[in-house]
């Protein structure tokens, strides 16, 4: 995707051919700035502190974590503490375990009889394999989301077809187009006319902070509302679809996703608006079928509930403490949804409904626990 008319993705490796480079997005939408990743305490950083985040994208972070490792260790007892330590940042999303996963599979077959400038080699490679991955899924998604992005615009005689999301799952989440943000994107290049309800997404703002900046930066028609705004708008007809992203996916269709997602999903279901969630099958747990019950919720700092960061009247970002001093903070970074609630799954195979059967009618080879997360 592009930013002020320059090609971009959120991660890559630098021209020294080792080192990663990331765009911090902490700093955004205030300050674009970059970072260069050298070790795998940089990486582990990186997906603990969310300056990578979407699942996606940890998974890609966690790819050139193992490679940063074992560029400085190359062992099997490294890979082991590599994969160990980065598997620790953030519980929830499941494309961290399948990432690692492919990484370790990747250097098993490469370990026996191999150098370790080989074997280093080899990881750098399936890790560039797994980003170059991510984003043919990603422009599939967008494919299959856009066809229902045209029937809704051809219901509207020329009116913008009006989507709203929550959190962030743009290009920023992903190594390039995003998941739910991927069939607006092709849909407003496409000449659709599209709108975007963007929930700010508390506590952490990434709808406000990420999708407002990316959307903008693209050119796309939308409009900040806070988190509790959008039952309102759908009560009143202001939308037509909502499309979601999600950190993990059940065998059975339940979806876990940014916290707040499950009231959106209510409000959806209450009033008859289609409620989407595009995903790539790496974030399908097959080993799982109860989100509520399985599914582990990070919780995350109170400090992320008590304080918000922007920017003074001088331009200087600024913390300010938002909440009665002395109060706790519960923060779970995550909810679910139950498939109940889903009109449908977008997928880089087509859209299907979110239940046991839909799921393994797109994925045969993985359904039953068989595929890469069992």
């Known amino acids: 995707m592009k930013i002020d008319g320059k090609s971009w993705r959120p991660i890559w490796v630098e021209p020294d051919g080792w080192a990663v480079g990331i765009i911090d997005q902490t700093r955004l939408p205030h300050a674009f700035e ?91 490679a399936r890790a560039g394999e797994i ?81 407002a900046w990316e959307l903008g930066k693209h050119g796309v028609p939308h409009t900040v509302i806070v988190d509790n705004a959008g039952g309102h708008l759908m009560q009143r007809g202001a939308v037509d679809l909502c499309i979601v992203g999600t950190d993990r996916t059940t065998a059975s269709g339940d979806v876990c996703n940014k916290i707040g997602t499950y009231l959106k999903a209510l409000a959806a279901h209450d009033n008859g608006v289609p409620f989407y969630v595009a995903l790539p099958s790496t974030t399908i747990d097959w080993t799982i079928s109860d989100g509520l019950a399985d599914i582990p919720i990070e919780e995350r700092s109170g400090d992320e509930v008590t304080t918000l960061t922007g920017r003074d009247p001088s331009g200087a970002l600024t913390a300010v403490m938002i ?10 970074a995550f909810d679910v949804t139950p498939a109940r609630l889903v009109t449908g799954l977008i997928t880089e195979r087509g859209v299907c409904p979110a239940t046991a059967s839909g799921l393994a009618g797109l994925f045969p080879e993985l359904a039953g626990g068989r595929g890469a997360h069992g």
């Open 34 to 124: 970059t970072l260069r990743i050298e070790d795998l305490d940089g990486a582990a950083r990186a997906i603990l502190d969310m300056q990578v985040r979407g699942a996606p994208l940890i998974g890609a972070m966690a790819a050139y974590g193992v490679c940063l490792a074992l560029r400085a260790n190359p062992s099997t007892a490294s890979l082991d503490a590599a994969c160990a330590r980065l598997l620790a940042t953030r519980p929830t999303a499941v494309n961290l375990r399948w990432a690692l996963a492919q990484m370790r599979e990747a250097i098993s077959r490469q370990a026996a009889g191999t150098g370790a400038e080989e074997l280093v080699r080899a990881a750098y």
């Open 131 to 211: 980003c170059a991955a991510d984003v043919a899924v990603c422009r599939a998604i967008g494919t299959h989301g856009l066809a229902l992005i045209r029937e809704v615009a051809a219901r509207k005689d020329g009116a913008p077809v009006q989507i709203l999301t929550h959190c962030n799952a743009g290009w920023l989440a992903t190594v390039d187009w995003g998941t739910a943000l991927a069939p607006i994107y092709m849909a407003h290049d496409a000449g659709i006319a599209v709108h975007v309800w963007v929930d700010e997404t508390r506590p952490r703002n990434q709808g406000a902070a990420l999708t």
């Open 323 to 332: 909440a009665a001093p002395g109060s706790k903070a519960a923060n779970p």
